[in-house]
Structure formats: structure tokens, C-alpha cells
């Protein structure tokens, strides 16, 4: 499986093609990926941000534009919705997640 983006070009991988110079995909098998980096991604109508222990997800179906986000080191099954508690930690990666829209289209 392959993440969408990386912003880390240290980390590259595969060069993509095109438009994108500093960003490309990366093989999730790769190893850890440095807390710091955040991978974005878009699959069957979900969004989602993952930076070190943390995942937001946005369903385009929520048009409130509301994201949960969950603590992977704690709740690896994302069953437990820890947006309220962490707006902040939801406004990086939501940050995080414009920077690969505009990156990707």
C-alpha cells in the first residue's frame, strides 16, 4: 500500500512525476515514519491524516466538515473520538491535510 504524500524529502521513496518536486509517495513498509511527518491520504470517500501517534479522519459524507481524530497508541482500533479534547492536535493535521490537497489537487 502506498501513502498519498510526504512532506519529508528525506524520506523519498519513489519520484512522482509531474508537477511534484518535493513531495512523492512512500511505501507505508518502509519503517517508522518521524513523528513529525505527516502522511495524508484518500480512500473510498474517507480522508485522513496520520502524524507520529495521531490519525484524523474526515468522511466527505460530513458535510459539517467536523474530523474525528484518534490516538493510535492507545486506541489502535479508532473506536474512541478524541477531537474534542485535542482541537489543536485537529487543526495541524487538518493544516497538514490542505497542504496535500493543494499539493495533489
Known amino acids: 500500500m502506498l501513502s498519498a ?6 524520506n523519498l521513496a519513489i519520484n512522482a512525476p509531474g508537477k511534484i518536486n518535493k513531495a512523492t509517495t512512500r511505501w507505508y513498509g518502509e519503517g517508522n515514519h518521524p513523528a513529525d511527518e505527516a502522511i495524508s491520504g484518500e480512500m473510498f470517500n474517507n480522508t485522513s491524516v496520520r502524524m507520529g501517534d495521531w490519525k484524523a479522519v474526515h468522511q466527505s459524507s460530513d458535510k459539517t466538515g467536523s474530523w474525528r481524530l484518534y490516538d493510535l497508541a492507545k486506541d489502535l482500533g479508532e473506536n474512541t473520538n478524541v477531537a474534542d479534547l485535542h482541537p489543536d492536535i485537529v487543526q495541524t493535521l487538518n493544516a497538514k491535510y490542505g497542504e496535500y490537497a493543494r499539493m495533489w489537487g
Open 5 to 10: 504524500y510526504t512532506n519529508n524529502p528525506k
